[in-house]
């Protein structure tokens, strides 16, 4: 997949890796919630034919960090190249039983380039949701700007270039936490009201 395919695509909140899901043999395992540029544990979710543990490579290089984990995940606009390989590896990524996903950066050149993008998305043009709408509570509130910006070009012509990438994510929204506290009777060391909910003591 090349760059000008990769900024036609939409991708959930801007990570390229997320393409993933697109080749035949693999599946995605985890939340789809959870696919921001921080949300690199997420990506280990990533099935190749049955098989999870994919090697993640950033120019050929692993790109893996502690426990299996997406070290990093570049802006979409960084991104030359996107190649998943599912089967018939050579030497250099054969010792992973699932997929081999790489992604290949921009470089550099002898003329500048550049690109800049916005995204919002906000609870003013959400629908709302099935249980809410059942519970009869409104949207939940949120505010989501994503910003993007790459430029690359020479330095010295012919001979060194430069390209940088920024990448910044204001997600602001509400999220619900249903918890339990101890009753007057637990607190007295009597946990028998658990048993009429089927909790076996």
């Known amino acids: 997949i090349d760059s000008k395919l990769i ?7 801007g990570t390229a890796y997320g393409l993933t899901r697109l080749v035949a043999g693999a599946s995605f395992e985890r939340s789809y919630a959870l696919q921001r540029p921080m949300d690199n544990d997420n990506l280990r979710g990533v099935t190749v034919s049955g098989t999870i543990s994919s090697e993640f490579t950033l120019d050929g290089t692993s790109n893996v960090g502690s426990q299996a984990r997406v070290a990093i995940q570049p802006p979409a606009d960084a991104i030359q190249e996107f190649k998943v390989e599912t089967a018939t590896y050579d030497a250099s990524v054969g010792h992973t039983g699932a997929g081999t996903v790489n992604l290949a950066l921009k470089g550099g050149g002898n003329q500048f380039h550049g690109a800049a993008s916005f995204y919002n998305r906000d609870d003013s043009r959400s629908a709302n949701l099935f249980a809410s709408n059942k519970n009869g509570t409104a949207v939940t509130p ?9 430029l690359s070009g020479p330095i010295i012509k012919d001979k060194t270039f430069f390209a940088l990438s920024y990448e910044k994510l204001n997600d602001d929204t509400i999220e619900t936490v249903t918890g339990a506290v101890p009753t007057e009777r637990m607190r007295r060391g009597d946990f028998s009201e658990l048993l009429a909910a089927g909790v076996q003591i």
């Open 7 to 13: 900024g036609e695509i939409p991708m959930g909140d």
């Open 142 to 150: 949120r505010n989501y700007n994503r910003f993007q910006a790459f």
